[in-house]
């Protein structure tokens, strides 16, 4: 397939950005800087599908049942990270293309993150370059999250592939426990409306005491370091997460949530190579839309156009995606389906009378 080229200069792009969080929804000059974000966002797309492939092999080797997804960053998402940092440049930006590989346990997602640090492309003109680590397995976050992430700068020598030099891509490297954790923040999240993952922490304190309390029960089971200003003693944890669960009523949240979304055109092609996923909370609907390989450009225009449209509520979360199934598409992103099924059993299992039973 014939794949989109960067069609602006950087300067151009990092001026979109910055008309990205100050120009006014429905100001004509916001059109012209979404076409530049979307024109860079979309150019992602053939350095993050050599990257993936590479992920998928080397996934697979390690855990056959390895789970590989691919996506480009909502628009959302990039004005919010532009937004809090404002030294940050839009064509700097190193996760506008990102691939998520979700294996069976932490075992496998370090010796993954070995494998793939020192694997190269098959084709002798592709050169990704590591440019970046982040080991929030080791290191958790203070919020809990914790997984692997590998940053890579887009090389090749051949004249063909010059104008995708220079693109980053992030890799996130996760077990399905760190997934299901992962999905739960986002879905409390959508449904609360309350800025969990935000670095301007805005959202209720229990609740992210919680999801903190939790990536340390999940780094206890797997044998790793703890959450800063987390209790280490396990007794203590366990009975703080079950006052916080009892009186926020977390479990009920989860699954009333899990119980009120209706799947919209979910009746797909199986073949389909990319899917646009729509996300309303307020009318507990999910529509999904999918598009073959050599649909992918028409996909890419039909996500900004959604974009425009959904812009004026922010609740509405639309993003595209590839992976190599419809069964897949839920496991990769189970917070559009809005399923924290795996996480309410990991939480029930830890505040229960045997937990931590090995």
Known sequence: MAWVTRQFSKGDIDRAGNA??????????????????NNWRTCHGYPLQIIKMTLLNRARKIDANALIAQR???????????????????????????????LANVRDVNKLARVYEASK??????????????DY???????????IHLVY??????????????????????????????????????FTGQALKS?????????????????????FWERKPNVPGTPANTAERVKELRGIVNQERILDSLDTWNATVHHLAENVHPDADAFLLVLDPTRRTLQIEAYAADELQTAQERYLQVEKETERDPQIQVVLVSVDSIDALRRAYPNYYVDTSD????????????????
């Open 121 to 134: 492309s098959k084709n002798p003109h592709d050169r990704p370059v590591l440019i970046e680590k982040y």
């Open 137 to 147: 397995i080791s290191c958790p976050k203070a919020d809990g999250y914790r997984g």
């Open 20 to 37: 990205l969080i100050s120009i006014p929804l429905g100001d004509p000059n916001r059109e012209q800087a979404l076409a530049v974000i």
């Open 153 to 190: 700068r887009y090389q090749s020598k051949s004249p063909e592939k010059a104008d995708f030099n220079g693109q980053r891509i992030e890799i996130q490297i996760r077990s399905k426990l760190q997934h299901a954790w992962a999905t739960a923040v986002e879905t409390a999240q959508t």
């Open 343 to 358: 996480f309410i059993k990991v939480v029930r299992r830890i505040i229960s009378e045997k937990t931590y039973a090995r």
């Open 199 to 219: 670095r301007i922490k805005s959202a209720n304190e229990s609740w992210l005491r919680f999801f903190a309390l939790m990536g340390s029960a999940n780094a």
């Open 72 to 102: 480009l960053k909502r628009l959302p998402s990039i004005a919010l990270k532009l937004q809090q940092n404002p030294n940050m440049k839009l064509s700097q930006m190193q996760d506008i293309g990102g691939c998520r590989a979700v």
